[in-house]
């Protein structure tokens, strides 16, 4: 009977071991740690669930929110932004230590991640509330978008249609958005696939360009 209840307690334990960390594979960071440096960027790259998944793959990354920014609606929810009447535009903060990467490092890194050539939308997703944007808090980081685009042009020889903004209110995405493709990767890895993302980031920034 020991060995039974010894057994069975061994099995709970693993039980919530896996639970706690799939909770926490998903769950935002938690309060900023003593000592520790951040800084905040938003950038617009289409599907806020593929430009999450972009930038947390980036050393120096702290945290990734989807959310909505640029429009002049309060409290946009999905629905209404999706529908084109906001003039919001799906976005990300990207919450970052400047010591491990640059804000520079991340708007190269932003370029790469987006088709900067198209003015309609990013890749199977259209209309301005896609549209690719950064959006700057500061004379500073404009200086520093603005040379990145005028590099990204000269290395493509088109005009680039990705916009620099101000920046203004973040509005959070719902709860269901946050962390999409670590919750749902089957559906997220389908998604991307289907909207063609890789295959035109691939003809985009070919290196026999």
């Known amino acids: 009977m020991r060995k039974l209840l010894a057994l069975l ?8 071991g896996v639970n706690v960390w ?33 930038f947390d793959h980036i050393q120096g990354v702290i945290q990734t929110l989807s959310g909505y920014s640029g429009g002049h609606v309060a409290n ?15 976005a990300v903060r990207v919450v ?7 804000y520079a490092a991340l708007v190269e890194r932003f370029f790469r991640t987006i088709d900067p050539l198209d003015a309609g939308g990013q890749f199977c997703d259209r209309g301005d509330q896609y549209r690719s944007a950064i959006f700057v808090a ?3 980081e404009r200086r520093i978008a ?11 020889g088109r005009r680039v249609a990705t916009q620099i903004l101000p ?8 709860e ?28 985009v920034w070919s290196p026999a360009r």
């Open 9 to 16: 307690l061994v099995v709970v334990v693993a039980v919530v």
């Open 22 to 54: 799939a909770q926490r594979s998903v769950r935002a960071p938690g309060p900023q740690a003593k000592g520790e440096v951040t800084a905040a960027a938003v950038f617009a790259g289409g599907c806020f669930w593929c430009t999450e998944s972009d």
């Open 76 to 90: 946009p929810t999905y629905e209404q932004v999706s529908a084109g009447g906001t003039g919001h535009i799906e």
């Open 96 to 102: 970052y230590d400047p010591r491990r990467v640059s």
């Open 138 to 140: 500061n004379a500073g």
């Open 146 to 156: 603005e040379a990145a685009k005028a590099r990204v042009e000269r290395r493509l």
């Open 167 to 174: 920046r203004g209110s973040f509005y959070r995405a719902e």
């Open 176 to 203: 269901y958005h946050q962390d999409y493709y670590r919750k749902n990767p089957v559906r997220y890895r389908f998604y991307r696939w289907n909207c063609g993302r890789d295959a035109r980031l691939e003809q």
